[in-house]
């Protein structure tokens, strides 16, 4: 709670204005891949930063998509096909599209832990993990397991660490449409281009 009302804080427009920089850890939630029993559920993404305390925020949660309607042809057609490459496995694509913008806090392992949560009855159905790499944005694809441990699709995001001014932080939530998020800005569909905030003068490190 003590970073969320520190965040309330810093985006006070009455304090905007203050030069002071801020550190900030920042996660791109770009996509998944999810099987097939996965369709039509709404999934919100919880990002975690740290370890064994730490940080965290939610994505909004968004759809699955479901099964297409087909004509009677078109399904003979797909089935046909199905059964030229039996054995694969369709993967489902959903877009999360969410960047979480978190205030550099003190951790004892710097890592980040995600997991879609079903959001009607708050099951954890996919989790993964990596380490925090402070280099610039790269997008990386994460294995997502199961309860169980079973692989059952995967993640596809980007990290960085980033410096800005108060001042660019306030403009970038007024422009993103960003909110606070327990422990993080979260900004969807914001000006995150490639893995990178561009535009606000960013200073990386």
């Not at 804080?9 to 999810?34: C, F, G, K, Y």
């Not at 930063?49 to 968004?62: D, H, K």
């Not at 759809?63 to 797909?78: D, G, I, Q, T, Y």
């Amino acid at each position: 709670m003590a970073l969320k009302r520190k965040l309330q804080n810093i985006l006070d427009p009455s304090t905007a204005h203050e030069p002071e920089l801020l550190l900030l850890e920042v996660v791109h939630i770009r996509s998944a891949s999810l099987p097939p029993s996965f369709r039509g559920r709404f999934l919100k993404a919880e990002v975690r930063y740290g370890a064994p305390w730490s940080w965290r925020c939610e994505t909004s949660p968004v759809e699955v998509p479901k099964l297409a309607v087909f004509s009677a042809k078109a399904c003979v057609r797909m089935l046909a096909e199905a059964a030229r490459v039996a054995g694969a496995t369709t993967q489902v694509g959903v877009d999360f599209g969410a960047t979480c913008f978190f205030l550099a806090p003190t951790v004892w392992r710097r890592m980040i832990r995600i997991r879609l949560i079903d959001n009607a009855s708050g099951e954890i159905l996919a989790k993964a993990s990596l380490p925090w790499s402070r280099s610039a944005a790269r997008t990386q694809e994460v294995h997502l397991h199961g309860a169980f441990g079973s692989r059952v699709g995967s993640i596809t995001l980007a990290t960085e660490t980033q410096v800005m001014t108060r001042r660019q932080f306030v403009g970038l939530a007024r422009v993103s449409g960003a909110e606070v998020r327990g422990d993080a800005l979260v900004a969807e569909l914001a000006p995150a281009i490639r893995g990178e905030v561009q535009d606000l003068g960013i200073i990386r490190v």
